[in-house]
């Protein structure tokens, strides 16, 4: 399987200006190739072919005086772009028909130099380069620094370099995994779990441990807050305006990193000490536009079991989802039977019929897993059939680290 690992890049002043102009660039031959499809369906003509829009937008466009700036960056960025362009009109079209799962998707969109990412891919055929030194060589940009914090586990395919809101850039690698080196890291085991993800508890195992949910958003209100206000009160358009606007967005940043770093440390704990795992497949849309959405948000429910997902599937673990209607925390883990819904505050209730008396959180977590069909110790984990596969998929390091963690 295909993983994405992701390292900080310090560019000096002139490669941030190069890395600007290429930015640009990729946006304008983007933004160009949305206007060619736009006028198509309004003139009432088929869509330009990849390789017209290839030769009008890029190779002839560098021949006049109002596109000829696109010869200063390399050619594979903009074919790339095209690329894009090209894959975000197939998802929309797809969303249209059905034949695409999740949400539906609207029309691409122009992009601007306000987004809040902007970002560049390099292939191979960009012969881009790794200096013995240990540096980003990438064409017409020159050898930025990198910051290792692992070492690629083989040669990249391609590599993506991204600046985020808070003015940070990363370059991201794409690599080929080897099957055989990920079976060799984690053997298999005969243990299995089952997981209740909540407020109180971030997750509840059915062996009884508890994770408390750091809850990093709330412990960084104050600052968040105050670095709010001052962006508030600064002139729109105005370089101040600009310097708290990027203090907000290094504190959001700083917020995303922790979260997501804690996602990462726990589901590869869980991975490389289960065969089996199962989880509930949470509504958290809807619980969003409940009082408690901040907390959910906060929670990132969907990003954990996304990096369940693809780490089960690439070191052969099983995951199993089960329905969001499944009354685990109405059902007792002892007898089976079902006792009604009960409001939040009860964190512990008797179980009418065998007087068991159940932890809330730890009785849902046994069922998660008595629901899913895993076998308490059966190395493969054999799960029942038709379950409900986990949703949406994640490919390693989606997002940007600012420190080692586990793959």
Known sequence: MQLRYAFRLYPDAGQRTALARAFGCA?????DAVRAREDARKAGQPFPTAGELSRRLITEAKRTAERSWLGE?????????????????????????????????????????????QSIR?????????????????????????????????????????????????????????????AARMPDTGQTIGIDLGLTHFAVLSDGTKIDSPRFLRRAEKKLKKAQRELSRKQKGSRNRAKARRK??????????ARREFHHQLSTRL??????????DLSVAGLARTRLAKSVHDAGWSSFTSMLKYKAARYG?????????TPTSQTCSTCGAVDGPKPLHVREWTCIACGTVHDRDINAAINV?????????????????????????ETGSHGFPTGNRAA
């Open 27 to 31: 946006r304008v031959v983007f933004n």
């Open 73 to 117: 960056v390399s050619a594979v960025v903009l074919q790339q772009s095209l690329r894009d362009g090209e894959s975000a009109y197939r998802n929309f079209f797809a969303s249209l028909k059905g034949t695409r799962k999740g949400p539906k998707l609207g029309a691409p969109r122009y992009k601007s130099r306000k987004d809040s990412r």
């Open 122 to 182: 390099f292939t191979a055929n960009a012969r881009w380069s790794i200096t013995d030194s240990g540096r980003l060589n990438l064409p017409k940009i020159g050898a930025v620094k990198v910051k290792w914090s692992r070492t690629l586990p083989a040669t990249p395919t391609s590599v993506t370099v991204a600046r985020d809101a808070a003015g940070r850039y990363f370059a991201s690698f794409v690599i080929d995994t080897d099957p055989a080196t990920d």
């Open 248 to 257: 907000v967005a290094r504190a959001h940043a700083k917020v995303t990193d």
């Open 271 to 280: 991975i490389s000490e289960n065969q089996g795992i199962a989880v509930e």
């Open 317 to 325: 673990r099983t995951l199993v989802t089960i329905g969001r209607f």
């Open 369 to 393: 897993k008595t629901a899913a069909g895993l076998a308490a110790s059966a190395c493969g984990a054999p799960v029942r059939p038709g379950a409900i596969p986990a949703q949406r998929e």
